[in-house]
């Protein structure tokens, strides 16, 4: 699928090396979710040329619920979702998808509503308004992560959206419904899977959805 629109691609061929969208042109293209577990998270390990970003530890009775990526077998996996899933502060379930990209890939704004490939105007000069620790290979000290809330299409009304930037990709924070916003309020650290050493004893829940929308 296109990472910008869900829309089918035309395969490369005699005439052209890319995958195309018919609305959007060359894109990298989407590939279809993977399921929770370890032969999933590890075929995204394989492929990963940006981060694989999750909260650790996960918030109390919450799981990891899928993976996604965007790339080809030339390109690798030039951006990466993974979803979480568990309940939230104020009622019922809820998700939290953390997209790593690089610019010009479309997937975080894609699942934000938003019409570029990038967060735009969503920074606007304005102080962020919220401040995420991540740590992984390029930051094995840990660091803080400005992170800016996004105005989300109409369309996308049933979701809180932020965006920063971390080791040179966009990262993107998309949570269900709208009112879980305030889990990322919360002290969120986030790891990138791709540490060396790493063998967190990650728990799997259910297929999200979210991935396939």
């Not at 869900?6 to 609305?23: F, H, I, K, Q, Y």
């Not at 790339?71 to 104020?90: E, K």
């Not at 109409?154 to 305030?182: H, I, K, Q, T, Y």
Request: with cysteine; charged share 20%.
């Amino acid at each position: 699928m296109c990472p910008r629109c869900a829309g089918p691609l035309r395969e490369p061929g005699l005439w052209s090396s890319d995958w195309t969208c018919g609305v959007h042109g060359a894109v990298l293209p989407r590939q279809p979710s993977k399921r929770p577990g370890p032969d999933g998270l590890g075929a995204v390990l394989r492929d990963a040329r940006v981060p694989v970003w999750t909260p650790w530890p996960l918030p109390p009775a919450w799981l990891v619920t899928g993976f996604t990526t965007v790339g080809d077998d030339r390109s690798g996996a030039r951006a990466t979702a993974v979803a979480v899933s568990g309940p939230g502060l104020l009622r019922g379930p809820a998700d939290m998808m953390l997209i790593a990209e690089e610019p010009g890939i479309g997937l975080g704004a894609y699942y934000a509503g938003l019409e570029g490939s990038d967060p735009g105007e969503a920074f606007n000069g304005s102080p962020p308004h919220v401040k995420l620790d991540v740590s992984g290979p390029a930051a094995t000290c840990g660091r803080s992560v400005p992170m800016w809330a996004v105005r989300t299409g109409p369309d996308r009304a049933d979701r809180a959206v932020f965006v920063g930037e971390a080791m040179g990709n966009w990262l993107w924070a998309v949570l269900w419904p709208a009112d879980a916003g305030v889990l990322i309020l919360e002290s969120q650290n986030l790891l990138d899977l791709r540490e060396p050493g790493m063998e967190l004893d990650l728990p799997y829940g259910a297929h999200s959805p979210r991935l396939d929308e």
